[in-house]
């Protein structure tokens, strides 16, 4: 067994190795102005109290998710809105993440993209993860916005997606003008199969099925962008990491052996969601004076939420400690801005895990044999995951 935090330090400091260190450093305060760069938030009671408080903080303003998104998707694409139309516009979005329609949504991708995994694990191949979870995120990509699943249509989209959130530095307010023209042209070209989509309104379609929930045309498209923004990194970065982390651990034999919906199963994922926080981050605008934790701010301020040294917090990654109300479900906000895609990523992890379970029902035993962190990415994340049975 190898210490499960050894890697994920490597993967953090892979990824930012000036900022996280730096970010880290400040775990012990609650709250600490950092000239540069905000008010960093390291406890999980002021970060929720931020989250909820949209009187004083937003997604809005300066320093906050829409000074990066809104030059590129426009300013109505829920991550960039607040008040009665964001709540109006996720309510005709939710329909999309019941739990059928994630179960739909999501079926024939995974049987398409994992359809022999663990057949060619038990063949005693070695397989990446990460080149697997790619293939379906690309493939959950393309059902997104209705493009056919071919193999080039599938790995360009994942291409697309990692090349947009790439782009993206904590320490950078804004993307620069060549970024932001980037950005558009790269999703103008998966925006143009999700108009035709729309436009044709075939429901077995992500964007026919917005049209038939009431959205707009321009609502529709907005939201794909936001989706594959939110929903492609996460998971690419996530399931390698869950894997590795259970495997470190000596919990990837258990895991594999407990079928979806058990609570088993659901602890495990969620004590690795907290460890791993696959989104580190989040960010708010200062609207109106307020104290964080004791540190004043005034409109125009940034606050960073360190979800990471929130979710940390609770220490070690144990599945079989009681989970800490203070922290649960941080890793995915808080708040009227709480991860809309939870269901589909709960839906993704559970295909792969589900997957992989044949090699623990033939009596195999999973282990990682090599593995290497990306560099330079914003989600911490492996570049490769070798695995075999
Ligand atoms: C393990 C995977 C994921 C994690 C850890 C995660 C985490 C988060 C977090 C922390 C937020 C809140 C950000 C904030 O308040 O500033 C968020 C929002 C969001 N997430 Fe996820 N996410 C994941 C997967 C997904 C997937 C697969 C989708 C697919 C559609 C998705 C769609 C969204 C959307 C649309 C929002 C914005 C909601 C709003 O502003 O109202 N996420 N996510």
């Known amino acids: 067994m190898t210490d499960p935090l050894v890697w994920e330090e490597r993967l953090q400091r892979a990824a930012h190795p000036v900022v996280y260190p730096a970010i880290r450093s400040l775990r012990r305060r609650p709250a600490v102005r950092v000239p540069g760069l905000g008010v960093v938030v390291s406890d999980a009671a002021t970060a929720r109290a931020v989250l909820l408080d949209t009187e004083h903080f937003s997604k809005v303003g300066p320093g906050a998710p829409s000074d990066l998104w809104t030059p590129v998707l426009g300013p109505a694409v829920l991550l960039n809105m607040e008040g009665a139309e964001h709540a109006s516009l996720r309510r005709a979005l939710s329909g999309l993440f019941t739990p059928r329609a994630v179960r739909e949504l999501t079926a024939p991708v995974a049987g398409a993209a994992l359809h022999d995994l663990s057949a060619r694990l038990l063949a005693g191949r070695r397989v990446d993860l990460v080149a697997e979870v790619s293939e379906l995120a690309g493939a959950v990509i393309c059902r997104m ?99 590795a982390i259970t495997h470190d651990a000596g919990h990837l034999g258990s895991l594999l052996g407990t079928p979806a919906g058990a609570l088993e199963r659901t602890r495990v994922v969620e004590e690795a969601l907290r460890v791993t926080v696959p989104s580190p981050a989040m960010l708010r605008s200062v609207r109106a004076s307020a104290t964080v934790a004791g540190v004043p701010v005034r409109a125009g301020d940034r606050v960073v ?46 295909a792969v895990l589900d997957a992989l379970a044949p090699v623990a029902s033939a009596g195999r035993t999973l282990r ?22």
């Open 145 to 243: 916005t209705g493009l056919p699943p071919t193999d080039a249509a599938v790995r360009g989209a994942f291409r697309a997606a990692q090349e947009i959130v790439g782009l993206v530095r904590l320490h950078r307010r804004r993307l620069t003008p060549a970024q932001v023209r980037r950005a558009r042209q790269v999703l103008g070209d998966l925006g143009r199969p999700a108009r035709t989509a729309y436009r044709a309104g075939d429901e077995a379609t992500v964007p026919g099925r917005m049209r038939a929930l009431g959205l707009s045309e321009r609502e529709a498209l907005g939201a794909v962008g936001a989706f594959v923004l939110t929903g492609t990194e996460t998971i690419q970065s996530f399931v390698p990491r869950l894997v």
């Open 305 to 350: 939420i360190a979800t990471v040294s929130c979710c940390r917090a609770g220490g070690r990654f144990d599945p079989s400690a009681p989970a800490d109300p203070a922290i649960r479900h941080l890793w995915f906000g808080a708040g009227p801005h709480f991860c809309l895609g939870m269901p589909l990523a709960m839906a993704q992890v559970d």
């Open 368 to 389: 990682v044999v090599d593995r290497a962190a990306a560099r330079g990415v914003l989600i911490p994340s492996y570049r490769r995951l070798g695995v075999a049975a």
